[in-house]
């Protein structure tokens, strides 16, 4: 057993790569406590109340955001730490800033900011959420960002191309030497897909996009519809929808927790050393839970993502985030003086880069009446 009752092949904060800029130790917590602490008091976490996770914040006000998604992939990454002896402060962690990088308008409004940076580098939320806290936010006096731990800032980049990976120094090696994260890095990213496949279909379902037939097509949904409808064949359709939901998700988290164990115990780890280069992810589903899974996930693509609905949406909102775009680089006294002064003595690709920052840390509202005010 490691540290604190931690399984060995955790990790462990006393034998971490430690932060950029050093630091007193905190008294009275953790140091990937501290890093959790940081991180709900940012300014780019408190944004993500008002950013899209399927709908435009608009478009109701009981739909799921950046921030709501956010937790509940926390809650459910925390459930399988605590259950595999995980290090469960720094999952929560890198669970709660893993979309602090996105646009506003979700995966609408990412696309159309990566293409118009497409001459400068492109766009990827996933590096912009370490950009956040290694860069964007200004907060502390000793150091620019948030001054994360090595591993908190491992788990945030999920994917990263080689050539990136050469310009991200410490975080990017393992890209290039094509090794594994840690297992709680490993696990926030699975647990963000099982909270977005599970939770998108309630939101879907309420918002009248998706059926309880179309639903029942799924093998994960419809085992769990004949259990509840079985047992409770009067609930009404709200309830009986949330009740599978639930045991959708427990029966996926359950299947995570097994399978991980039974290739933990095959490989055998006994470092977060031997975790990353042990080839493959050892945080995993089964193979038929799987399935399930990623049949559900194209279901949701087909019929709620690319719904007509969704569709007509996402045109109005590329039409915003480009002609933001244009505005600030044309004009980059257009934006605050903070992020103008910093642009102004930038050459071109420099100043794109401003401008996808302000344009990446707006809420849908705030961009909704940015481009009101650049179109008036």
Do not use: W
Request: glycine share 6%; hydrophobic share 35%; with cysteine.
């Amino acid at each position: 057993m490691g540290a604190a009752g931690l399984a060995p092949y955790a990790a462990d904060e006393t034998q971490s790569r430690g932060r950029k800029y050093d630091e007193p130790r905190p008294a009275y917590r953790g140091e990937y406590q501290r890093d959790r602490d940081r991180i709900i008091h940012s300014t780019a976490f408190r944004r993500l109340v008002y950013k899209t996770q399927v709908f435009v914040n608009h478009e109701g006000d009981l739909y799921r955001t950046r921030l709501t998604h956010s937790l509940e992939v926390s809650q459910i990454a925390r459930s399988v730490a605590f259950a595999l002896k995980l290090n469960e402060p720094l999952t929560e962690a890198i669970s709660l800033a893993h979309d602090l990088g996105h646009t506003p308008f979700g995966h609408a409004g990412q696309d159309t900011l990566n293409a118009c940076m497409r001459d400068y580098g492109g766009f990827e939320h996933n590096l912009q959420s370490l950009r956040v806290v290694d860069v964007l936010e200004a907060k502390y006096a000793d150091f620019p960002g948030l001054n994360l731990m090595f591993e908190t800032r491992e788990g945030i980049l999920k994917h990263c191309s080689a050539r990136n990976a050469r310009e991200l120094g410490d975080v990017g090696e393992r890209f290039l030497q094509r090794k594994q994260p840690g297992l709680e890095a490993q696990l926030a990213n699975i647990a963000d897909a099982i909270a977005y496949n599970n939770h998108d279909v309630d939101d879907g379902f309420r918002a009248g996009l998706l059926s309880l037939d179309q639903l029942r097509e799924q093998p994960l949904f419809e085992s769990q519809y004949a259990e509840v409808h079985a047992r409770y064949p009067e609930l009404e359709d709200r309830r009986l929808i949330y009740e599978i939901i639930r045991r959708m998700i427990g029966t996926v988290v359950t299947d995570l927790i097994e399978e991980t164990r039974r290739r933990l115990e095959k490989e055998c780890p006994e470092s977060i050393d031997d975790v990353r280069n042990a080839g493959k992810p050892l945080v995993s589903m089964s193979d038929h839970v799987y399935e399930q899974h990623v049949s559900l996930k194209r279901f949701l693509n087909e019929h709620l993502y690319r719904h007509e609905q969704k569709l007509e949406m996402t045109r109005k909102v590329q039409i915003m985030v480009k002609e933001l775009f244009t505005a600030y680089s044309e004009d980059v006294q257009r934006m605050p003086p903070e992020f103008a002064d910093a642009a102004a003595s930038l050459d071109e690709h420099g100043r794109a880069r401003v401008v996808a920052d302000y344009i990446a840390g707006m809420t849908d509202r705030y961009a909704i009446a940015a481009h009101e005010g650049i179109r008036g």
